[in-house]
């Protein structure tokens, strides 16, 4: 359980790390969520041809993993963007909300009681990651985008929690890839006969160095991995501790700027920060506590008893 935990920062400080490769990486957001995704499924496709894993799947589940693909390219699409409208720090305050649209969503989809105390926490949490961010009046369209973003990552990774009872996560992870680069190849042919700019697909060298690394390990280590962990901890659980993800952005976004490289403004690091990032780690590590609780309160279900035998 406590690996499971440790594995599930790391791959959140990888995400962390995403917003700098954004900022990074000259290429327009869709152009460079097409790269991202383009890359991953040829690594992907690799490692299970490597590992000589199954791959192909029935047609009905295929289009379902696909469509869920079309959704994770539209939330990293916002969030680049989310991140160009605005400084590092708000576009990472606006995926708080992660927590409490997970909350809303997972009861919903999945068939689950509401559960008061996780809305709470995630409201929490918000309120950690505003005083860490800070936002200003004239980023809030920025904000905003980033907030869709965060539902948009809430509702498939709620999605991959049913799926991946049935795929395998390299698999679950190649059709999502795939999914998402056809949606967006659909988008960048169709957007010039509506009067939408050329695709820009030329990147430079310096763009590719950062496309690979963040297509090989922020993506294909670290979604695969984040679906493979959904298997012992909720969505929810999962979600909540994504909010770290801009507290560790944040401090790169510093790194950044102390290394003088071009594009990142000052990050201050004020009595807010320190806070905000308090909060966020008490909300994070109440979860699991909580959780506990309620199911020591009720006889667990067959599936859960399962589950806490394996753990």
Known sequence: MLKDYLRLHFIVFLWGFTAILGKLISLPPVELVFYRTLIASVGLIGLLVLRGLPWRVPT?????????????????????????????????????????????????????????????????????????????????????????????????????????????????????????????????????????????????????????LLAGVCTVYAFSASVELMKRLSAFAVNLTINLEPVYGIVLAVLMYWLAVPGFGQERLSLGFYAGTFIILLSVLIHPLLNQWQLRRRKPTADEAVSLVER
């Not at 950690?128 to 539902?151: N, W």
């Not at 967006?184 to 010039?192: E, K, N, Q, T, W």
């Open 60 to 212: 009905g589940q295929a289009l379902r993993l696909l469509g869920v693909g079309a959704l994770v390219a539209a939330h990293w699409i916002t969030f680049f963007l989310a991140a160009r409208l605005s400084s590092v720090s708000v576009c990472l305050a606006g995926m708080a909300t992660l927590a409490l649209w997970t909350s809303l969503l997972e009861p919903l989809l999945l068939r689950k009681r509401f559960q008061p105390y996780e809305i709470l926490l995630g409201l929490l949490a918000m309120v950690g990651l505003y005083l860490v961010s800070q936002a200003e009046f004239d980023q809030l369209l920025g904000l905003g985008v980033a907030i869709l973003s965060a539902g948009l990552s809430a509702l498939f990774s709620v999605l991959n929690a049913r799926l991946i009872k049935d795929h395998p996560p390299l698999r679950l992870t190649l059709y999502e890839m795939a999914g998402a680069c056809l949606s967006i190849m659909v988008f960048l042919i169709a957007r010039p006969a509506f009067g939408g700019p050329l695709p820009s697909l030329d990147p430079t060298p310096a763009d590719w160095l950062w496309l690979l």
